[in-house]
């Protein structure tokens, strides 16, 4: 799933609001951070920017991004259960799914959306 122009109608974009079922955390690919994230994160985190990217951020594939780590079982490194660990300061990539984003399915709140607008029509 790349992350460009959404693919999500805009009648959908305005009606969606993340339910924090945290299933996109699991999703396969790189959370990349932006300077702002990562200084956020660190605040959010009460770590010095060194140690937050020590601890929690490798190279994306890209090699000029930082990316958050994984967990072993390829869950994002600061999700907590369901539910994000760090929500309020998560990074834009997290906070622009799906308006920033090519994807068709997966979300259960945009599948339920989704389905909701098929009935309709
Ligand atoms: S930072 Fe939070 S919202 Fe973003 S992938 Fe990780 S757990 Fe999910």
Redesign the pocket.
Same mark, same amino acid.
């Given at each position: 799933m790349s992350k460009k122009r959404s693919s999500v109608d805009e009648d959908i974009l305005a009606r969606f609001a993340c339910t924090g079922c945290?299933v *996109? *955390?699991r999703w396969p690919g790189h !959370?990349l951070l932006t300077d702002t994230d990562i200084r956020e994160l660190a605040y959010h985190l009460a770590l010095g920017e060194a140690d937050f990217i020590e601890q929690y951020t490798r190279l994306a594939s890209n090699r000029a991004q930082l990316s958050?780590k994984d967990k072993a079982d390829g869950s *994002?490194i #600061? #999700?907590d259960g369901n539910t994000?660990? !760090?929500?309020e300061a998560?990074?834009l990539? *997290?906070r622009s799914f799906p308006a920033a984003w090519q994807v068709r399915q997966g979300c259960p709140e945009l599948d339920r959306l989704h389905d909701e607008k098929k009935r309709v029509e």
């Open positions: 945290g *996109c *955390c !959370v958050l *994002c #600061l #999700l994000c660990g !760090v929500y998560r990074p990539q *997290c």
